[in-house]
Protein backbone atom coordinates (compact mmCIF):
# COMPACT_ATOMS: atom_id res chain seq x y z
CA UNK A 1 0.00 0.00 0.00
CA UNK A 2 1.17 3.34 -1.14
CA UNK A 3 0.56 6.78 0.36
CA UNK A 4 1.27 10.07 -0.77
CA UNK A 5 2.65 12.54 1.63
CA UNK A 6 4.17 15.41 0.04
CA UNK A 7 5.51 16.82 -2.94
CA UNK A 8 8.81 16.83 -4.62
CA UNK A 9 9.76 19.07 -7.61
CA UNK A 10 9.34 16.17 -9.69
CA UNK A 11 6.66 14.05 -8.31
CA UNK A 12 4.56 12.94 -5.12
CA UNK A 13 6.89 11.01 -2.57
CA UNK A 14 5.34 7.88 -1.74
CA UNK A 15 5.40 5.45 1.75
CA UNK A 16 4.44 2.00 1.62
CA UNK A 17 3.34 0.66 4.86
CA UNK A 18 5.19 -1.85 5.43
CA UNK A 19 8.43 0.24 4.97
CA UNK A 20 6.80 2.52 7.74
CA UNK A 21 6.23 -0.93 9.97
CA UNK A 22 9.55 -1.64 9.68
CA UNK A 23 10.73 1.63 10.99
CA UNK A 24 8.48 2.03 13.97
CA UNK A 25 9.86 -1.67 14.78
CA UNK A 26 13.60 -0.58 14.40
CA UNK A 27 12.80 2.00 16.84
CA UNK A 28 10.70 0.00 19.24
CA UNK A 29 13.16 -2.76 19.52
CA UNK A 30 16.12 0.04 19.37
CA UNK A 31 17.99 -1.69 16.79
CA UNK A 32 18.09 -2.86 13.01
CA UNK A 33 18.97 -6.71 14.79
CA UNK A 34 16.17 -7.00 16.96
CA UNK A 35 13.42 -5.55 14.84
CA UNK A 36 14.31 -8.30 11.95
CA UNK A 37 13.95 -10.79 14.74
CA UNK A 38 10.74 -9.63 15.23
CA UNK A 39 9.52 -9.18 12.20
CA UNK A 40 11.42 -12.46 10.90
CA UNK A 41 13.50 -10.27 7.81
CA UNK A 42 17.52 -10.38 7.79
CA UNK A 43 19.31 -7.50 9.08
CA UNK A 44 20.49 -6.40 5.72
CA UNK A 45 16.77 -6.60 4.37
CA UNK A 46 15.81 -4.37 7.50
CA UNK A 47 18.45 -1.75 6.74
CA UNK A 48 17.17 -1.62 2.85
CA UNK A 49 14.25 -0.91 4.25
CA UNK A 50 15.07 2.28 5.96
CA UNK A 51 17.98 3.18 3.71
CA UNK A 52 15.01 3.04 0.78
CA UNK A 53 12.39 5.21 3.32
CA UNK A 54 14.98 7.97 3.33
CA UNK A 55 15.66 8.13 -0.24
CA UNK A 56 12.22 8.98 -0.73
CA UNK A 57 11.81 11.65 1.90
CA UNK A 58 15.02 13.06 1.13
CA UNK A 59 16.24 13.02 4.91
CA UNK A 60 17.89 11.32 7.39
CA UNK A 61 15.45 9.38 9.65
CA UNK A 62 17.83 7.83 12.49
CA UNK A 63 21.75 7.40 13.03
CA UNK A 64 23.18 4.49 14.62
CA UNK A 65 25.54 4.72 17.72
CA UNK A 66 26.93 1.70 18.34
CA UNK A 67 24.03 -1.14 18.96
CA UNK A 68 21.32 1.52 19.17
CA UNK A 69 19.37 3.59 17.08
CA UNK A 70 19.03 7.79 17.72
CA UNK A 71 16.37 9.39 15.83
CA UNK A 72 16.65 12.72 14.29
CA UNK A 73 14.50 15.11 14.12
CA UNK A 74 12.44 14.19 10.80
CA UNK A 75 12.50 10.77 12.50
CA UNK A 76 10.81 11.79 15.86
CA UNK A 77 8.01 13.17 13.19
CA UNK A 78 7.67 10.80 10.84
CA UNK A 79 7.66 8.03 14.01
CA UNK A 80 3.88 9.71 14.73
CA UNK A 81 2.61 9.63 11.68
CA UNK A 82 3.94 5.69 11.54
CA UNK A 83 2.43 4.88 14.37
CA UNK A 84 -1.31 6.72 13.41
CA UNK A 85 -0.88 5.47 9.59
CA UNK A 86 0.28 1.84 10.05
CA UNK A 87 -2.65 1.26 13.37
CA UNK A 88 -5.07 2.88 10.66
CA UNK A 89 -4.36 0.75 7.93
CA UNK A 90 -4.22 -2.77 10.54
CA UNK A 91 -7.53 -1.81 11.79
CA UNK A 92 -8.82 -1.39 7.89
CA UNK A 93 -7.51 -4.83 7.01
CA UNK A 94 -9.11 -6.28 10.50
CA UNK A 95 -12.83 -4.71 10.26
CA UNK A 96 -12.95 -5.84 6.91
CA UNK A 97 -12.11 -9.22 7.05
CA UNK A 98 -14.45 -9.88 10.49
CA UNK A 99 -16.22 -13.12 10.82
CA UNK A 100 -19.32 -14.33 11.93
CA UNK A 101 -18.09 -16.90 14.40
CA UNK A 102 -19.61 -16.69 17.98
CA UNK A 103 -18.77 -18.48 21.14
CA UNK A 104 -15.82 -18.40 23.82
CA UNK A 105 -11.89 -19.68 23.32
CA UNK A 106 -9.92 -20.05 25.92
CA UNK A 107 -5.94 -19.12 25.72
CA UNK A 108 -2.93 -19.84 28.11
CA UNK A 109 0.29 -18.57 27.57
CA UNK A 110 3.50 -17.64 29.62
CA UNK A 111 4.54 -14.18 30.93
CA UNK A 112 7.26 -13.65 28.17
CA UNK A 113 4.67 -13.70 25.82
CA UNK A 114 1.49 -11.84 27.83
CA UNK A 115 4.44 -9.01 28.50
CA UNK A 116 5.54 -8.95 24.67
CA UNK A 117 3.24 -9.64 22.10
CA UNK A 118 -0.30 -10.71 23.68
CA UNK A 119 -2.03 -7.65 24.11
CA UNK A 120 -1.42 -6.57 20.44
CA UNK A 121 -2.50 -9.94 19.23
CA UNK A 122 -6.07 -10.23 21.49
CA UNK A 123 -6.52 -6.60 20.16
CA UNK A 124 -6.23 -7.71 16.41
CA UNK A 125 -8.16 -10.88 17.42
CA UNK A 126 -11.30 -9.28 19.30
CA UNK A 127 -11.85 -6.66 16.09
CA UNK A 128 -11.28 -9.61 13.54
CA UNK A 129 -14.09 -11.91 15.54
CA UNK A 130 -16.15 -9.35 17.43
CA UNK A 131 -18.67 -11.79 18.78
CA UNK A 132 -16.10 -14.61 20.12
CA UNK A 133 -15.10 -13.90 23.99
CA UNK A 134 -11.57 -14.71 24.26
CA UNK A 135 -10.36 -15.88 27.81
CA UNK A 136 -6.90 -15.70 28.55
CA UNK A 137 -4.76 -17.47 31.49
CA UNK A 138 -1.00 -16.32 32.05
CA UNK A 139 1.20 -18.69 34.44
CA UNK A 140 4.57 -20.49 33.91
CA UNK A 141 4.75 -22.72 30.80
CA UNK A 142 4.54 -26.01 32.89
CA UNK A 143 1.24 -24.96 34.37
CA UNK A 144 -0.36 -23.50 30.96
CA UNK A 145 0.35 -27.33 29.27
CA UNK A 146 -1.39 -28.75 32.40
CA UNK A 147 -4.04 -26.47 31.29
CA UNK A 148 -4.39 -27.72 28.47
CA UNK A 149 -4.05 -31.12 28.66
CA UNK A 150 -6.64 -31.36 31.66
CA UNK A 151 -9.23 -29.29 28.81
CA UNK A 152 -8.98 -26.33 30.67
CA UNK A 153 -7.72 -23.97 28.07
CA UNK A 154 -8.30 -24.83 24.03
CA UNK A 155 -4.88 -22.76 23.20
CA UNK A 156 -1.49 -22.51 24.61
CA UNK A 157 1.65 -20.48 23.63
CA UNK A 158 4.58 -22.02 25.91
CA UNK A 159 7.86 -23.08 25.85
CA UNK A 160 9.30 -26.16 26.10
CA UNK A 161 13.32 -26.98 25.86
CA UNK A 162 13.89 -28.43 22.55
CA UNK A 163 15.61 -31.91 23.21
CA UNK A 164 13.60 -35.60 22.24
CA UNK A 165 9.90 -34.89 22.06
CA UNK A 166 9.19 -32.21 23.65
CA UNK A 167 8.31 -30.22 20.96
CA UNK A 168 5.46 -32.15 19.09
CA UNK A 169 4.81 -32.76 15.47
CA UNK A 170 1.23 -31.05 15.88
CA UNK A 171 3.48 -28.24 17.38
CA UNK A 172 3.75 -24.89 15.65
CA UNK A 173 7.24 -23.58 16.60
CA UNK A 174 7.06 -19.65 16.63
CA UNK A 175 10.23 -18.92 17.67
CA UNK A 176 13.43 -20.62 19.14
CA UNK A 177 16.06 -19.29 21.47
CA UNK A 178 19.94 -20.00 22.92
CA UNK A 179 20.19 -20.47 26.35
CA UNK A 180 23.03 -19.16 28.87
CA UNK A 181 23.74 -19.11 32.37
CA UNK A 182 24.70 -15.72 33.12
CA UNK A 183 25.84 -13.41 36.75
CA UNK A 184 25.90 -10.23 37.56
CA UNK A 185 28.76 -7.83 35.63
CA UNK A 186 30.02 -7.06 38.85
CA UNK A 187 29.88 -10.64 40.45
CA UNK A 188 32.09 -13.91 40.30
CA UNK A 189 30.36 -16.71 41.04
CA UNK A 190 32.88 -19.01 38.66
CA UNK A 191 34.94 -20.73 41.60
CA UNK A 192 31.91 -20.46 44.08
CA UNK A 193 31.99 -22.93 46.80
CA UNK A 194 28.22 -23.08 47.10
CA UNK A 195 26.46 -22.00 44.04
CA UNK A 196 23.62 -19.37 44.56
CA UNK A 197 20.80 -20.40 42.26
CA UNK A 198 17.82 -18.01 41.00
CA UNK A 199 14.97 -19.36 39.24
CA UNK A 200 11.68 -18.49 38.43
CA UNK A 201 10.01 -21.42 41.30
CA UNK A 202 9.49 -24.74 41.93
CA UNK A 203 7.93 -25.79 38.29
CA UNK A 204 10.91 -23.66 36.71
CA UNK A 205 11.32 -24.86 32.66
CA UNK A 206 15.29 -24.26 33.03
CA UNK A 207 16.52 -25.08 36.20
CA UNK A 208 16.10 -28.95 36.64
CA UNK A 209 18.58 -28.68 33.88
CA UNK A 210 20.62 -27.02 35.16
CA UNK A 211 20.91 -28.87 38.71
CA UNK A 212 21.15 -31.90 36.75
CA UNK A 213 24.51 -31.04 35.28
CA UNK A 214 25.51 -29.13 38.52
CA UNK A 215 24.95 -32.90 40.44
CA UNK A 216 25.96 -34.62 37.68
CA UNK A 217 29.55 -32.62 38.26
CA UNK A 218 29.05 -32.90 42.02
CA UNK A 219 28.82 -29.02 42.07
CA UNK A 220 27.81 -27.84 45.60
CA UNK A 221 24.67 -25.76 45.10
CA UNK A 222 21.74 -23.89 46.62
CA UNK A 223 18.30 -22.15 46.11
CA UNK A 224 19.00 -18.26 47.07
CA UNK A 225 16.31 -17.12 44.97
CA UNK A 226 13.39 -17.95 42.89
CA UNK A 227 11.09 -15.62 41.93
CA UNK A 228 8.08 -15.87 38.73
CA UNK A 229 8.77 -12.33 37.10
CA UNK A 230 11.19 -12.17 34.43
CA UNK A 231 11.98 -8.96 35.62
CA UNK A 232 12.72 -10.01 39.38
CA UNK A 233 15.27 -12.27 37.97
CA UNK A 234 16.60 -9.82 35.87
CA UNK A 235 17.29 -7.81 38.65
CA UNK A 236 18.39 -10.34 41.03
CA UNK A 237 21.12 -11.43 38.59
CA UNK A 238 22.08 -8.19 38.03
CA UNK A 239 21.99 -7.20 41.99
CA UNK A 240 24.61 -10.28 42.24
CA UNK A 241 22.70 -12.22 43.94
CA UNK A 242 23.43 -15.80 41.98
CA UNK A 243 23.66 -17.16 38.62
CA UNK A 244 20.19 -17.96 36.25
CA UNK A 245 19.08 -19.68 32.81
CA UNK A 246 17.88 -16.63 30.76
CA UNK A 247 16.98 -17.09 27.06
CA UNK A 248 18.47 -14.49 24.79
CA UNK A 249 16.16 -11.63 24.84
CA UNK A 250 16.37 -11.78 28.40
CA UNK A 251 20.01 -10.77 28.82
CA UNK A 252 20.86 -7.50 29.90
CA UNK A 253 23.88 -5.66 29.58
CA UNK A 254 24.23 -5.87 33.02
CA UNK A 255 25.23 -9.86 33.05
CA UNK A 256 27.92 -11.59 31.81
CA UNK A 257 27.93 -15.54 30.87
CA UNK A 258 28.97 -17.56 34.02
CA UNK A 259 31.83 -20.32 33.42
CA UNK A 260 32.33 -22.06 36.28
CA UNK A 261 31.92 -25.27 34.60
CA UNK A 262 33.33 -24.24 31.26
CA UNK A 263 31.46 -23.94 27.91
CA UNK A 264 28.36 -25.72 29.04
CA UNK A 265 25.88 -27.34 26.34
CA UNK A 266 22.65 -25.86 26.58
CA UNK A 267 19.62 -26.71 25.01
CA UNK A 268 17.24 -24.10 22.96
CA UNK A 269 14.55 -23.24 23.96
CA UNK A 270 11.44 -23.73 21.68
CA UNK A 271 8.54 -21.37 21.71
CA UNK A 272 5.78 -23.27 20.35
CA UNK A 273 1.70 -22.89 19.35
CA UNK A 274 -0.08 -26.16 20.62
CA UNK A 275 -3.87 -26.85 21.02
CA UNK A 276 -5.96 -29.16 22.48
CA UNK A 277 -7.94 -30.33 19.08
CA UNK A 278 -6.87 -31.36 15.69
CA UNK A 279 -7.17 -28.89 13.18
CA UNK A 280 -10.89 -29.00 11.95
CA UNK A 281 -12.28 -30.16 15.05
CA UNK A 282 -13.57 -26.39 16.19
CA UNK A 283 -14.19 -23.88 13.87
CA UNK A 284 -13.03 -21.47 17.32
CA UNK A 285 -9.58 -23.20 17.95
CA UNK A 286 -8.89 -22.76 14.48
CA UNK A 287 -10.01 -19.26 14.31
CA UNK A 288 -7.73 -18.37 17.16
CA UNK A 289 -4.82 -20.65 15.97
CA UNK A 290 -4.53 -19.30 12.56
CA UNK A 291 -4.55 -15.56 13.98
CA UNK A 292 -2.00 -16.08 16.42
CA UNK A 293 0.30 -17.96 13.82
CA UNK A 294 -0.13 -15.29 11.33
CA UNK A 295 0.60 -12.50 13.79
CA UNK A 296 3.29 -13.76 15.76
CA UNK A 297 4.91 -14.18 12.44
CA UNK A 298 4.15 -10.90 11.36
CA UNK A 299 5.66 -9.83 14.65
CA UNK A 300 9.15 -11.59 14.53
CA UNK A 301 9.61 -15.08 15.20
CA UNK A 302 11.44 -16.71 14.04
CA UNK A 303 11.25 -20.67 12.62
Known sequence: MLLSVGMTADAPVKLDVESLRVFREVVASDGFTAAGDRLGMTQSAVSHKIRRLEERLGMELMRREGQTVTLTADGRDLLAHADEIVDAHDKAVDYFQRSDLAGTVRLGCNEEVAATQLA?????????????ALEIRVQDSAYVADWLDTGEIDVALLQVLDIGEAVRQTDDVWRRDELQVVQGEAADFDDAAVLPLISFGPRCLYEPWLTTELDDAVRPHRHAMECPSIQGVQAAVEAGLGVAVLNTPNLTDDMRPWNGMGRLRLPTVAFVL???????????????????????????VRP
Open 120 to 132: DVASRFRRTHPDV
Open 274 to 300: RTATEPGADELVDALRHHLSEALSSQG
